[in-house]
């Protein structure tokens, strides 16, 4: 089981680096069709396997050079019961898929961590449905009861910790810690934000961060912002504010383009990596407790190097 359940290394002053977007360049780049966007299914075969275990040493090893920490993130994001369902998978197979995905990483991890470079193993949790788009809002009862299952089978491994990426609104992320504490797994929450800064259900960050701590008393590690651009957020954070010194991580979408064109887009928009890298050490200057910094659609390790020469290097 994991070690450093009680202690987190990266609610430090170390910088740790994370993914990028994996679903993006496996589809856009490698060729991968990978149905509703699922990467765990690659899981399925020794191919599979091995391009993604090159992945995370790709990504490792930029934080190996750069000094900083690395957190491994699970291809979880739809192995959950609804998207796992619709891709014919049974529960069953769910869990074996949820528990070779930490299997995976921590083979991988032991040519890494150090005390020079601590790692962490998380086990990545998607929204129940669109991200973008939620056809339904469940209660924070139903979305505890919902994502159960893959947080109880990440309990059962070598994971460190699991954190809840591309949220749409609270009260799912409500459930999400709840059952993680139940668990007494350690989870960091992940909202994203349309380009006006708010979040898909229209609730400000500022609402969603504050309304899941005083329902789960604190209980989530932190909080990040994913799959949204640096100019779609930036103008909403506030220095002076307690709630945005929750949010220790950014994990931005290389393009400027709203979720919407990014759901119509045929080629990839991979922007420019130096500029992305140039707006996450305005973040940073601005707010240092921003130590856990990745990307999301669009980025790749091209962006990860920038990013650590800006932000990490020592």
């Given at each position: 089981m994991g070690n450093i359940r009680n202690g987190l290394p990266q609610i430090g002053?170390?910088?740790?680096?994370?993914?990028t977007g994996l679903e993006t360049t496996l589809v856009f780049r490698d060729g991968y069709e990978l149905p509703s966007f699922a990467s765990f299914v690659l899981l399925?075969?020794?191919?599979?396997?091995?391009?993604?275990?090159q992945y995370y040493r790709t990504h490792a090893n930029i934080a190996q050079l750069s000094g900083a920490g690395y957190i491994f993130e699970s291809v979880g994001w739809r192995a959950n019961r609804d998207w796992g369902n619709q891709l014919g998978y049974s529960p069953e197979a769910l869990d074996l898929a949820n528990r070779g995905s930490i299997a995976l990483m921590a083979e991988v991890q032991q040519d890494y961590d150090t005390p020079d470079m601590p790692t962490v193993l998380s086990g990545c949790i998607g929204p129940r449905g669109d991200a973008y788009n939620p056809a339904a809002i469940m209660t924070e009862t139903e979305a505890e009861e919902y994502h159960r299952d893959q947080i109880r089978t990440y309990s059962e491994t070598d994971a460190d910790m699991v954190c809840?990426?591309?949220?749409?609104?609270?009260?799912?992320?409500?459930?999400?810690v709840r059952a993680a504490s139940s668990f007494d797994m350690p989870?960091?929450?992940?909202?994203?934000?349309e380009t006006d800064g708010n979040l898909p259900s229209g609730a400000t960050l500022r609402d969603?961060?504050?309304?899941?701590?005083?329902?789960?008393?604190?209980?989530?590690?932190?909080?990040?912002?994913?799959?949204a651009h640096p100019a779609h957020f930036t103008t909403i954070l506030d220095e002076k504010a307690d709630w945005m010194q929750r949010i220790r991580g950014i994990r931005a979408n290389a393009s400027r383009k709203s979720h919407?064109?990014?759901?119509?887009?045929?080629?990839?928009?991979?922007?420019?990596p130096d500029e992305l890298a140039g707006e996450y050490s305005h973040l940073q200057s601005r707010f240092p407790q921003l130590t856990i910094l990745g990307g999301c659609?669009?980025?790749d390790e091209r962006h990860l190097r920038e990013i650590a020469l800006r932000c990490a290097t020592r």
């Open positions: 002053r170390q910088v740790f680096l994370t993914d399925d075969s020794e191919e599979g396997r091995e391009r993604l275990a809840a990426l591309t949220l749409s609104y609270s009260t799912e992320a409500i459930g999400i989870v960091a929450i992940s909202f994203t934000t969603a961060i504050t309304s899941v701590d005083e329902a789960t008393n604190g209980a989530a590690a932190y909080y990040m912002v994913n799959c919407a064109e990014l759901d119509d887009s045929e080629e990839l928009d991979a922007g420019d659609c669009g980025t």
